[in-house]
């Protein structure tokens, strides 16, 4: 009896040898697991999203808009107005103003509509008249019939060159966009194209070009509809008339070229004339 009880007992020690054995392998393949790569600290970021109850807990700010003696107060929430660059420069100097507790930007030279329709842009992400679709509006029941005061282009060109001031991009390619988008008539057009060329940046040839273009190649209605408000137009303006001018010359010049290399069946460039006789 007492051998079998020896084997068993060595039998049992091998099978301990061989469990620490394996567990002993098992710690160096988890060592080997838990070494540092070098990308322990490497996460991915994830950006934080504000959301438009963020916007609504942040202060409320006075928007004093137009003259001391005419003056409208609007109200908007900070954090949505720092959206421009503008505004947050202006929420910068009041911050850094010693003893001030002043919640109130002035903004005495800026049309009223203008401004409301800028706040409700950062509000809704759009502005009445709303889009509708692609290619048309919303009926804008306070627009006249016919329009010739310019009554909507001079609303979205009023928001066009707030947004540009403001730093919105995205605002002024939508009132860029709305303009287009206006139907209007001779004399309507020629009130936008006044406010243009006395508001719009000069080198601001995405609003200025369009204007230009527009009467350079509707001289018919120039001649029939507004030819008193043209006229006044270019001595108020010479950067219109000689802009419109270029433009008919240019297109002049092309045809032009175009008859000269269909009558010849080459399309050869602009050929001057050659004077006959001898100068004395």
């Not at 079998?4 to 060592?31: F, S």
């Not at 109200?75 to 001030?100: I, K, N, T, V, Y």
């Not at 679709?133 to 306070?142: A, F, K, L």
């Not at 009132?175 to 206006?182: D, G, P, W």
């Amino acid at each position: 009896m007492a051998e079998p009880e020896a084997i068993i007992e060595e039998l049992n020690a091998d099978e301990e040898m061989a469990e620490a054995g394996e567990g002993i392998e098992a710690t160096e393949a988890a060592g080997e697991d838990n070494e540092p790569t070098g990308l322990e600290d490497i996460e991915p970021e994830i950006p934080e999203r504000t959301t438009f109850l963020d916007f609504l807990r942040s202060p409320i700010i006075n928007l004093q808009v137009g003259s001391s003696t005419s003056s409208t107060t609007l109200h908007a929430h900070q954090a949505l107005l720092s959206q421009s660059p503008f505004f947050a420069g202006e929420f910068d100097r009041l911050s850094s103003a010693p003893s001030s507790n002043s919640k109130t930007i002035a903004l005495p030279t800026d049309d009223l509509q203008a401004v409301a329709s800028v706040l409700e842009y950062l509000y809704k992400s759009d502005y009445f008249p709303t889009l509708d679709g692609q290619t048309s509006m919303q009926y804008d029941p306070t627009v006249p019939q016919p329009d010739n005061e310019g009554v909507a282009l001079l609303r979205h060109a009023r928001v066009y060159t707030l947004a540009q001031r403001f730093g919105l991009p995205e605002l002024s390619a939508l009132a860029h966009k709305k303009i287009h988008l206006t139907q209007s008539t001779a004399k309507g057009e020629i009130a936008y194209a006044r406010f243009v060329y006395r508001e719009a940046s000069p080198d601001d040839e995405a609003i200025r070009k369009p204007v230009a273009a527009f009467w350079a190649t509707r001289s018919h209605v120039l001649r029939h509809e507004a030819e008193q408000e043209f006229k006044r137009m270019c001595l108020e303006f010479p950067q219109f008339g000689f802009d419109v001018l270029s433009l008919v010359l240019d297109a002049q010049e092309k045809r032009s070229q175009r008859q000269e290399g269909q009558s010849s069946g080459t399309a050869s460039g602009r050929k001057r004339q050659r004077v006959s006789g001898v100068i004395a």
